[in-house]
């Protein structure tokens, strides 16, 4: 018979006709222990993934309830915002009160003993202490002026993400991953509250391609936060501080309004403006630079018809497009960097090493680019192939690491998991992850054989 945790469930805890089929009870009385805890693991996948599949059968039991709070104190919150582990934690453990509550109705229902499950987990990984205060759903408000979470606490603000590398790769507010030209100096947001212009050269004699020497980012005045703050980086300074020299604007209130934040000196950058939640990082890898940014939606929207040309906001202009439709057609070997390869060769170039002080370039064929690729990306996603093009465009293997941390600031800051990957147009792996019908037919069809295996 069930234990206790199951206690009311019975034989029609599941709907799923032939599920009995899957499970041979007298293995499953053997191995019941582990597949209490595999059902509980594949339900909060499945309530993560696809919560619509997600049904509370008891009427009494408040476990959605507890989980949409905990949702909705927490979807602001991403690790570069100030403050993300003590906000984090407040609110598991306001999660972990709320099923306390609700424990005696929820008796037997395997979403809330997931949720127990995940809760117990997470604190632990975060190191959240049990007792402690916790958020409250409906706290008293008092905005702090110079922080726009506080400000747009209960409207629940979208955020849009766009992020620039390699030669460069350009992925826009609208998803839409886009390789281009773009040499010169080219607005990629500039709107009321932010302009970013990023700067590109030629990498290579002879080809289109291009990379990002220059970022120039303009914070502009907000009443009674900041006033205008200019930050500019440069290929080898990258400063951990605005023009003026300042790292910040101070506090206003309780909250500080915009600050500087440097990870790696020379290398890593982050620019938090609390004011108007934007972050932006800052990377040099190699002799090039990347730039990653995450902004509400409502103000990324704030600019006028003077302001239209933005990168991030509409892509590149159709004549700067190298790749075609979202297809990136892979190069060979260009020309001009055998012949450069060939310079660096001649014993005239033998002791000038600190013209390439970021590594001498190579010849990369198709598979040893593929090779070099892996080592740091295994998802053969977007990034991927951007990873392989830029190596047989440049030769320059920082372009490896270059498209990685690309990938890495794009998972930190972009808002919506399930948009993170992007696949080439026409690959297999695009098909297939078009249609998650199947996989859900799947997981749920395998979670009502383990719980009719479990009553047994």
Known sequence: PPGPAWTGMGRA?????????????????????????????????????????????????????????????????????????????????????????????????????????????????????????????????????????????????????????????????????????????????????????????????????????????????????????????????????????????????????LWISERTPGHHVELHAGYIGVTVIVRQLGRYLTLAVRIPEELAQAYDATQDLQLCLNGCPSGERIDQAGHLPLPLSPPALGLQLQQLRRPSYASQTQAYPYGTPQVFGVDGAKERCREKLEEPDIYFHSCVFDLLTTGDANFTVAAYSAQKDMESLHPHRDRWRIYPR?????????????????????LCALSVALMY
């Open 13 to 257: 805890g599941c709907c799923c006709r032939g599920a009995e089929r899957l499970a041979s009870p007298s293995l499953v009385r053997r191995f019941r222990p582990v597949l209490l805890l595999i059902i509980a693991l594949l339900f909060l996948t499945l309530c993560v993934s696809f919560p619509g599949q997600c049904q509370v059968a008891t009427p009494q039991c408040r476990i959605q309830k507890c989980t949409t709070d905990f949702v909705s104190l927490t979807s602001h919150l991403t690790p570069a915002v100030d403050g993300f582990h003590t906000e984090f934690c407040k609110a598991l453990r306001a999660y972990s009160a709320c099923t306390q509550r609700t424990a005696k109705s929820c008796r037997g229902n395997l979403v809330f003993h997931s949720a127990v499950l995940g809760i117990s987990d997470l604190m632990s990984q975060r190191n959240c202490s049990r007792d402690g205060p916790t958020s409250s759903t409906h706290p008293e408000v008092h905005p702090e002026p110079c922080s726009y979470h506080s400000r747009t606490h209960h409207s629940q603000p979208g955020y849009l993400f766009c992020g620039l590398f390699g030669d460069p790769h350009l992925r826009t507010f609208k998803d839409s991953f886009q390789t281009c030209k773009v040499e010169g100096a080219w607005p990629l947001i500039d709107n009321d509250y932010l302009s970013v212009q990023v700067t590109n050269v030629p990498v290579v004699p002879g080809s289109s391609a291009t990379a990002t020497n220059k970022i120039t980012i303009i914070f502009k005045p907000y009443e009674g936060c900041t006033d205008q703050r200019v930050y500019q980086a440069v290929t080898d300074n990258l400063p951990a501080a605005f023009d003026d020299g300042t790292v910040s604007n101070g506090a206003a209130g309780k909250v500080r309004a």
């Open 426 to 446: 026409g690959s297999a792996t695009s098909t297939l992850n078009s249609d998650c019908q199947p996989i859900k037919r799947l997981t749920l069809l395998l």
